[in-house]
């Protein structure tokens, strides 16, 4: 049973147009994670919550936004997609614990044409 | 800084040999240490953690902090061993937030 899951697997936008990617747990894990992954590059984390406590990266730029509505469901919103957004984007939780176990979800490729 | 190399993006070998994906690391501190795999068509996932000191799937690693390395080891390789294999550091603030090396494709030919 997939416990991280993302929507959609694909996503195609246009140059500028707003996007927002969807994550959902069943996991009931208190830290939910976006991470960005370029073709052969490593996963880059964008931000993180902890609950609802909002944890940006400091290069994370400002073009990225995210929601945690509640505990289940968190959003990635690109808000005007450049054709260096182009990548994909990974979901991930776990609890808030040393050496803990993240769980990843099958990403969304984003493709900005 | 904190930082997580790996120096070799691709691996190849035959089936039966032995296989050292390697992992280096810059922290300051104790660090958390994980080895994280992608097969194909499926997600990323934990494949093993440093503090367990545990094999997995044949699959062992030893944290070396005098040489800051991480490097993951099998003594025979399988053709199911094929995938993608990151590394990653618990990066420092926030909540057990992930860095990853840019990754390893280990290709296991028969």
């Known amino acids: 049973d997939a416990m991280v899951i993302q929507n959609p697997r694909y996503q195609v936008t246009q140059f500028g147009k707003p996007v927002t990617l969807s994550c959902s747990q069943t996991l009931n894990h208190n830290v939910m994670y976006w991470y960005q992954q370029k073709s052969s590059q490593a996963p880059k984390l964008l931000f993180h919550y902890y609950d609802k406590d909002f944890n940006n990266e400091a290069d994370t730029p400002d073009n990225f936004q995210s929601r945690r509505p509640n505990t289940s469901f968190c959003f990635l919103d690109i808000r005007s997609p450049g054709l260096g957004d182009a990548a994909m984007y990974l979901c991930?939780?776990?609890?808030?614990?040393?050496?803990?176990?993240?769980?990843f979800g099958q990403g969304t490729r984003l493709t900005v044409v | 800084a904190q930082r997580v190399t790996q120096p070799e993006k691709l691996l190849s070998v035959f089936k039966g040999a032995p296989v050292e994906l390697k992992c280096n690391y810059s922290y300051s501190g104790s660090p958390e240490l994980f080895w994280y795999v992608q097969y194909s068509r499926q997600r990323l996932q934990l494949l093993l953690r440093?503090?367990s000191r545990e094999s997995i799937k044949g699959f062992t690693a030893d944290l070396n902090k005098g040489e800051t390395s991480f490097h993951l080891k099998k003594p025979f390789a399988q053709e199911e061993d094929s995938a993608m294999y990151y590394c990653a550091l618990v990066g420092a603030g926030g909540y057990n937030k992930l860095i990853f090396g840019a990754g390893t494709r280990l290709a296991v030919h028969p």
């Open positions: 991930a939780t776990s609890r808030a614990a040393m050496n803990t176990e993240a769980f």
């Open positions: 440093h503090i």
